[in-house]
């Protein structure tokens, strides 16, 4: 359904080109939930805002991203356009500035419908009191005409799930659409999203920093470090058995809810700066099994079986 | 036990808003009689949801915030009688911790002036002593002396949090409130700022009180935990006991809303209708009670009394009482 080769995305700044996605490969097989872990600035946000192509003029974008055969890259704005909201659609971690302030919830529901199956204003208005029914908002035909600003941080974020199945779209890309909310209204949002990805078989590209949410919602992760895939496999193999030390460390480093560890296995040091990226594996500098060859040269990311991926001289030792 | 460090006692703080100019004038309660211990040595955890006032709670036992009513006894002295240099003394002995690096440095000053501050302030020591106390408490939080000149934009988040936990410890205080301290960080870094809390404790017999919404990062660091709904402790227990028997239905919930980063653990997760109600318009009865899955009539109309579970486990629910009242019912037919 989506194929990503090779993205390369890039900002040029004071005429300064700075790499931040550096031949990133992915694929979501349809009905399929993937999800996209890494920590701050690891370039998840930005491999989905470069498939939506919603970023600024200064950013390049190269490889290739065909969504159904197609090549988003090659497409003009307008026949971007047509895809936007339609085929692929998206939310957003901060419902608040993901909404216009300024228009009724029932407007900006029924907008994408107006706009992509030129629906009348009243059809556009009954379909979408039927979608808030759907993402469990109560009094939605009260609801419609309330702003943002109304509703609550999680009514919100129903709001603009309903915005974004509004045209039953392929694939849904989800950018950490629960970091702002609450624990237990999260996990009424993760049903509800569990509930449409059953009712409608759509894809989901979950990107999330959060392992448990990962752990939970997806069939296969791709982790990021630095701007690169570091490992991807099926989710039950990856969180039992992580094979790269950027993996091992992220998933220590989390406190259990069950045991009783007396420390927790921190990873040393910080993410480097991007202008400053290390010469081989960009994890070597915190990694506790850095050998000579990972300073001088960073590992491709091999395959360890057909569906099991990790960047990691490592491994290429052990295959 | 020890005597208290610190003992809160019906604690309260209402907000009055008023909606436009000739509107009504509304109370909030954002804390509505709040029962903490803390025992000196120990961390107990403050959990909940945004808006349930954890947050309100620890600046008004910091005296940050003026409390509307209740006694907040810090060695047995009451503090909110405390005035000038009096309260003065006691900010010694009690220190924050802030949620966010970004904001709780002052972006203008240099590290080494943002640490020396609090010891002017308190007319400790002449500067070359200063100097000497700031350099050694600055390694102390794993950051080079070299760089007490530079600002704190210059650091990352989670080195500017090793900055705000320094600044706090500098008066080498006894209760620490730290409110969301590991929040704003990412998961490698929330782990490295853990572990130096703790050997912080370690080295210099700290007290926590521990603000959080995260219930594993309150799992991992905490002694106690209590849980706060709508302005009120509902539940308080030994970690251990709180965890695994959790006796309030909003702690169970709570807690089992929670992602596991295990695929193979299937969640038996119980799903809360509805949203925190306002703390302007709190329910009838029991607060929870709307949400609530085992809502009795009687939680409806009155409120609960806090009951005793079991040693130190205390708990704010009517179902507590019922369970009690058939024990002693089995108690009495054995006799």
Request: glycine fraction near 8%; include cysteine.
């Amino acid at each position: 359904m989506l194929e990503i080769e090779n993205l390369r995305t890039s900002f040029v700044q004071a005429g300064k080109k700075l790499t931040v996605i550096e031949g990133v490969s992915l694929t979501v097989k349809p009905g399929e939930t993937v999800g996209l872990v890494g920590e701050s600035g690891c370039g998840k946000s930005v491999t989905s805002l470069s498939i939506m192509r919603l970023l600024g003029r200064n950013a390049v974008i190269e490889g290739s991203i065909r969504f159904q055969e197609k090549e988003l890259l090659a497409l003009t704005e307008k026949e971007m356009e047509s895809i936007r909201g339609n085929q692929i659609a998206m939310i957003f971690q901060e419902p608040m500035t993901a909404l216009n302030p300024l228009h009724t919830i029932g407007k900006q529901v029924g907008e994408p419908l107006r706009r992509h199956f030129r629906v009348s204003r009243k059809e556009a208005r009954e379909r979408a009191i039927q979608l808030l029914r759907e993402v469990g908002i109560p009094r939605a035909e009260e609801v419609i005409s309330d702003y943002p600003h109304q509703l609550s941080g999680g009514m919100r974020q129903r709001a603009m799930i309903a915005m974004a199945m509004a045209c039953r779209p392929q694939l849904l890309i989800a950018d950490e659409p629960t970091t702002a909310l609450d624990v237990t209204i999260q996990a009424q949002i993760l049903e509800l999203m569990k509930k449409l990805r059953q009712e409608r078989g759509t894809s989901i590209l979950l990107i999330t920093h959060d392992l448990g949410v990962v752990a939970e919602m997806c069939h296969r992760v791709i982790v990021m470090y630095a701007g690169q895939i570091v490992e991807q496999g099926d989710v039950g193999e990856l969180f039992a058995e992580p094979k790269h030390p950027y993996t091992q460390g992220l998933l220590r480093s989390i406190p259990s809810l069950s045991g009783d560890q007396e420390r927790l296995n921190a990873i040393p040091g910080t993410v480097p700066m991007l202008a400053e990226m290390p010469e081989g594996c960009r994890f070597a500098p915190r990694c506790p099994h850095v050998m000579d060859i990972c300073r001088r040269q960073n590992p491709d990311l091999f395959f360890l079986s057909d569906r099991r991926r990790c960047r990691c001289w490592l491994q290429k030792e052990e295959g | 036990m020890a005597e208290p460090l610190l003992e809160v006692k019906g604690l309260t703080k209402h907000f009055t808003v008023r909606r436009g100019l000739f509107g009504k004038e509304k109370v909030i309660r954002a804390v509505d009689g709040v029962n903490l211990t803390v025992y000196p040595g120990e961390t107990v955890g403050l959990v909940g949801e945004s808006g349930c006032g954890k947050t309100t709670t620890g600046r008004c036992i910091l005296r940050l915030m003026e409390p509307t009513g209740g006694e907040i006894l810090f060695q047995g002295r009451d503090i909110r009688r405390l005035k000038g240099a009096e309260l003065r003394k006691l900010r010694r002995d009690m220190q924050i911790v802030f949620q966010d690096p970004f904001a709780s440095l002052n972006p203008r000053k240099t590290v080494g002036q943002i640490l020396e501050d609090p010891l002017i302030v308190h007319g400790i020591g002449t500067a070359a002593e200063r100097r000497r106390m700031v350099e050694e408490m600055i390694e102390i939080v794993g950051i080079g002396r070299q760089q007490l000149d530079r600002f704190p934009h210059e650091f990352s988040g989670g080195q500017r949090q090793r900055i705000g936990i320094a600044r706090a410890l500098i008066l080498r205080p006894k209760l620490i409130v730290a409110d969301e301290p590991v929040s704003a960080l990412d998961v490698s870094i929330q782990a490295q700022i853990l572990n130096l809390m703790q050997d912080l404790q370690k080295a210099f017999s700290l007290t926590y009180l521990f603000i959080s919404h995260d219930l594993s990062v309150v799992r991992h660091l905490c002694d106690r935990v209590a849980v706060m709904y709508l302005g009120k402790v509902v539940e308080v227990a030994d970690k251990k006991r709180l965890y695994e028997q959790p006796a309030h239905p909003y702690t169970q919930a709570l807690l089992s809303a929670v992602p596991v980063p295990d695929p193979n653990r299937q969640a038996q997760r119980i799903i809360l209708e509805g949203e925190l109600p306002s703390p302007a318009d709190p329910p009838s009865g029991c607060a929870f009670h709307p949400r609530c899955r085992w809502c009795l009539d009687v939680c409806r109309t009155s409120a609960p009394a806090w009951k005793k579970c079991a040693d130190g486990h205390w708990v704010y629910c009517h179902l507590q009482e019922g369970r009690q009242a058939r024990r002693e019912h089995a108690g009495d037919r054995r006799d």
